[in-house]
T-cell receptor, first 114, second 113 residues
Framework: SAVISQKPSRDICQRGTSLTIQCQVD?????MFWYRQQPGQSLTLIAT?????????ESGFVIDKFPISRPNLTFSTLTVSNMSPEDSSIYLC???????????FGPGTRLTVL | GENVEQHPSTLSVQEGDSAVIKCTYS??????FPWYKQELGKGPQLIID?????GEKKDQRIAVTLNKTAKHFSLHITETQPEDSAVYFC????????????FGSGTQLTVLP
């Protein structure tokens, strides 16, 4: 498996502000993934972050709203910019690990936007 | 793209009974099917997975079956316990160089003592 930590674990933010979420993995990985889980919903992939290249965003997600950094093989950040109440969600990072590239998730960051 | 449908959305069983959750997928190229358990306030935890070269896989009280012809797969939990109560998600992917899972909508399982 993988040991993945996220900071902060939760936050309450004001409309119009930005929050940067950190994801740390216990060993080097090629790709890291960022997901959004809206209240009571399933997981939706936001983007894939490779070290040394621009993140690849899924349909409906743009870099201006969700800028991502991947400075090394164990760390990534996701910023939620210019937040509105609709951004209230759990944000999860994940990595591929293991013999068959199983995907493992961090504990999530619970964001509430007022 | 891939589309995964999951049923039921909620499931209540008595402790000791079995629980079955079913998923169907649309993309015949998908060949990797994991199941995740998400407890309240936690991230999803991989509990079992199956690849298209096998039809069934077991791990203690949980098992997954796959029917590639019909494009559906199921999670079976036997002898359920209260700690099995959680949201369960199925997913499907084509295990290429960049794995991107398509998730089902989730099943809230409640095991009644």
């Amino acid at each position: 498996s993988a040991v993945i930590s996220q900071k902060p674990s939760r936050d309450i933010c004001q409309r119009g502000t930005s929050l940067t979420i950190q994801c740390q993995v216990d060993s080097q990985v090629t790709m890291m993934f960022w997901y959004r889980q809206q209240p009571g919903q399933s997981l939706t992939l936001i983007a894939t972050a490779n070290q040394g290249s621009e993140a690849t965003y899924e349909s409906g997600f743009v870099i201006d709203k969700f800028p991502i950094s991947r400075p090394n093989l164990t760390f990534s950040t996701l910023t939620v910019s210019n937040m509105s109440p609709e951004d209230s969600s759990i944000y999860l990072c994940s990595v591929d690990r293991g013999q068959y590239n199983e995907q493992f998730f961090g504990p999530g960051t619970r964001l509430t936007v007022l | 793209g891939e589309n995964v449908e999951q049923h039921p959305s909620t499931l209540s069983v008595q402790e000791g009974d079995s629980a079955v959750i079913k998923c169907t997928y649309s993309d015949s190229a998908s060949n990797y099917f994991p199941w995740y358990k998400q407890e309240l306030g936690k991230g999803p935890q991989l509990i079992i997975d199956i690849r298209s070269n096998v039809g069934e896989k077991k791990d203690q009280r949980i098992a997954v079956t796959l029917n590639k012809t019909a494009k559906h797969f199921s999670l079976h939990i036997t002898e359920t316990q209260p700690e099995d109560s959680a949201v369960y998600f199925c997913a499907a992917a084509f295990s290429g160089s960049a794995r991107q899972l398509t998730f089902g909508s989730g099943t809230q399982l409640t095991v009644l003592p």
